[in-house]
């Protein structure tokens, strides 16, 4: 399928997904929340994808949502581009493959909101974050008022909310909002580098694990370890379970790379 902005390329194991509207530094307007929805779709069906990158195209990840659409939204209009958002970012925090969002520049209110609901950042050392949009007479809208403070704490969160303040990578990286920095030139090998890493271990495996940690994240540690104990069972009836434990007893190695997805 092709899209206007957002190009999606599959490199063996891995979807690279590069949001692209440079012009307007990749702001998301409702027709690329759309496509990306339809992306989420397209990589969720593909058996051969086992990860994601998520980048953006030129300086920018995203600047945020598209305020030239936003300006003359009605209560319905906003309500309706809220709930499109928050479809489209829930689809892809709840997507069965990991997501790494590669972080090449500015990642603004929606794009700090779309990044936080990937699995791991990693962020260029020209990167900036923040949530600015109390300066533009909003909240943030996109889930930023619940992943933020959940992901860095809610002090920390609620300075960046209230402020507006933009921080550098370096700072992003102190307070934990991304896990690592990387100079720009290498950052998207990087990012696949790991995309593969991860695609090369059980993916049945991977996905049951993602999805324990974010419904345990959710909950108190009694439902957390039960939750825990429900995905560990479940390996139990993959093929990958018994040929990657049989590879290691017989053959003194992990099965990494050669996982059946069964
Ligand atoms: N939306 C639309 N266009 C944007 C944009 C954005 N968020 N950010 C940048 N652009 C456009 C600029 O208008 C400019 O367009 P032209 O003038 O060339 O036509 C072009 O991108 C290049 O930008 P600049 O010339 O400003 O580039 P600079 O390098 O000088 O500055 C900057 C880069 C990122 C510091 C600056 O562009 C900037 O401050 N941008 C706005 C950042 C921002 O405030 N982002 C937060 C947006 S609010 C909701 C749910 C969620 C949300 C809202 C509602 N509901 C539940 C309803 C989310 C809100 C947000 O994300």
């Known amino acids: 399928m092709d899209f206007n902005n957002i190009i999606l390329e599959k490199e063996e194991k891995i979807a690279v997904v590069t ?21 989420i779709d397209e990589i969720d069906k593909d058996n051969e994808i086992l990860a994601v990158v998520l980048t953006g195209a030129g300086k920018s990840f995203v600047a945020g949502a598209d305020i030239s659409e936003m300006k003359d939204m009605n209560v319905v209009e906003g309500r309706k581009f809220g709930i499109l958002g928050n479809k489209v970012f829930r689809k892809l925090e709840n997507l069965e493959k990991p997501v790494i969002a590669a972080l090449n520049g500015f990642t603004l209110g929606g794009g700090c909101e779309i990044a936080m609901s990937c699995d791991i950042r990693i962020a260029s050392t020209k990167a900036k974050f923040g949530q600015p949009e109390v300066q533009l007479g909003i909240t943030p809208g996109f889930g930023g008022t619940q992943r933020l403070a959940r992901l ?7 300075e960046l909310i209230y402020t507006g303040k933009i921080i550098n990578a370096e700072e992003a990286y102190r307070l934990g909002l991304v896990n690592r920095v990387i100079e720009p030139e290498t950052l998207l090998d990087e990012a696949k580098q790991l995309a593969n890493t991860i695609a090369a271990n059980a993916p049945i495996a991977v996905k049951l694990a993602k999805s324990a940690i974010n419904r345990g994240i959710q909950t108190d540690i009694d439902t957390g370890v039960s939750i825990e104990s429900e995905v560990f069972g479940a390996c139990f009836s993959t093929e990958d379970q018994k040929e990657g434990m049989n590879t290691f007893l017989n053959d003194k ?3 990494t790379g050669n996982f059946k997805n069964k």
């Not at 692209?20 to 496509?35: G, Q, Y």
């Open 152 to 158: 860095i704490g809610p002090g920390a969160a609620k």
């Open 253 to 255: 190695k992990y099965l």
């Open 19 to 39: 949001i692209n509207r440079p012009k307007a530094l990749n702001a998301l307007n409702s027709e690329t929340l759309t496509e990306l929805d339809s992306v």
